[in-house]
């Protein structure tokens, strides 16, 4: 199961009237079950811990001045989310470094799974939240609910009413405040939002989508009309493809990758083949516009993904301190990341996808 937790600004308000009285008559059965079916991302607002709850307002600009992290809308829903998240880690000896390095470099969302960090990555989660946000605000709300639960993978053999009806039934529960869907089709999305409009359900407010620069299609051309139609936004994953991006195999698989491990095995064939050697190639000649820029090719990988208006935040994988806090620097080449820059890098990629807008021209 993939759990997370979550003490945003959200948590500063009071419950809804009969909200306890709610959980206490939910069903223990009923809930573990829709714990059990659904992943969770956590966000973790810096404006809980020394700060009280009259400063609350002005401190996620606050943030922004400190550690020049950008906050956005998570979709057109009013959650607003760090562009940069921490994702999968793999290391349990360094996972409590990184989360703390990202918390304290202003990141508000962070995705866990128990089998993240040898399963041992809710535990260290759960200490940091304590440790760092434990006072006011969270004292009050006691860590009862998430910010966002997602439906990770669409289920074929369940209705898409009971799939709707079941994340409401979560968030009236007073267990989450959003839900969202990933690795769903865009078709499945609007699905789920035409069923919640036509019975009266909550809709999902964003996707959890791979999106790099060899990855593309289903970010640039499928759900662009669900965020600017429904306001779905997207949080997305590995924009550094697992790696590959980063260079490291520039010149073959190094043997403390993650490539060279046994279960990776995939992503070695992947690197090896001669698309993967085509990749290497491309990435060379990147290297130029992000040396122009003064990154470094995982900094301009992730900017890149980030000028993308419907990117509502990125998740970053980092097996140590040293890349986190170079992935997190992405930050600074936002501005830069200009059209010319974005025309420079699909000249060099050559797989922009052709969207709706190309073929009326």
């Known amino acids: 199961m993939q759990v997370s937790f979550a003490c945003t600004d959200h948590g500063l308000k009071a419950p809804r009237n009969g909200e306890h009285s709610k959980q206490n008559a939910a069903s223990p059965n009923t809930a573990s079950k829709a714990r059990a079916r659904f992943r969770t991302v956590a966000l973790?607002?810096?404006?809980?811990?020394?700060?009280?709850?009259?400063?609350?307002?002005?401190?996620?600009?606050?943030?922004a001045k400190l550690t020049g992290m950008k906050y956005r809308n998570l979709g057109k829903s009013g959650l607003r989310v760090s562009c940069l998240g921490l994702g999968e880690y793999i290391s349990i000896q360094?996972?409590?470094?990184?989360?703390?390095?990202?918390?304290?470099?202003?990141?508000?969302?962070?995705?866990?799974?128990?089998?993240?960090?040898?399963?041992?990555?809710?535990?260290?989660?759960?200490n940091i939240i304590k440790k760092k946000c434990l006072k006011g605000s969270l004292q009050r709300m006691q860590?009862?609910?998430?910010?966002?639960?997602?439906?990770?993978?669409?289920?074929?053999?369940?209705?898409?009413?009971?799939?709707?009806?079941s994340m409401t039934h979560v968030i009236n529960l007073g267990m989450s405040m959003y839900w969202g869907t990933s690795r769903w089709s865009a078709m499945e999305i609007m699905e789920a939002y035409s069923v919640a409009r036509q019975f009266n359900l909550i809709p999902p407010v964003c996707e959890q989508a791979e999106y790099h620069f060899f990855q593309r299609d289903k970010v640039e051309t499928q759900l662009p009309e669900l965020y600017h139609k429904i306001g779905v936004g997207v949080v997305s994953w590995s924009p550094l493809a697992c790696g590959i991006i980063t260079g490291k195999y520039e010149n073959g698989v190094p043997e403390s990758s993650r490539a060279s491990m046994k279960p990776y095995q995939w992503l070695r064939e992947k690197i090896m083949s001669e698309d993967g050697r085509k990749q290497q190639a491309k990435l060379k000649e990147l290297t130029h516009i992000a040396e122009k820029l003064g990154c470094t090719l995982p900094q301009l990988a992730i900017a890149w993904c980030l000028r993308n208006e419907g990117v509502s935040s990125v998740l970053l994988g980092s097996s140590n301190p040293r890349q986190l806090t170079e992935n997190l620097g992405a930050i600074q080449v936002i501005p830069k990341m200009t059209a010319g820059i974005a025309s420079e890098v699909d000249h060099m990629l050559g797989n922009r996808p052709r969207s709706k807008k190309d073929y009326h021209h």
């Open 94 to 126: 360094v996972a409590e470094q990184l989360m703390t390095i990202a918390y304290e470099s202003g990141v508000n969302l962070f995705d866990t799974a128990e089998v993240y960090a040898g399963g041992k990555a809710e535990i260290i989660l759960g």
């Open 143 to 165: 860590l009862e609910y998430v910010d966002v639960v997602f439906a990770n993978r669409p289920d074929s053999n369940t209705p898409m009413e009971e799939i709707v009806r």
């Open 44 to 63: 973790i607002a810096r404006s809980l811990g020394s700060f009280s709850h009259r400063y609350h307002h002005n401190l996620k600009e606050s943030t």
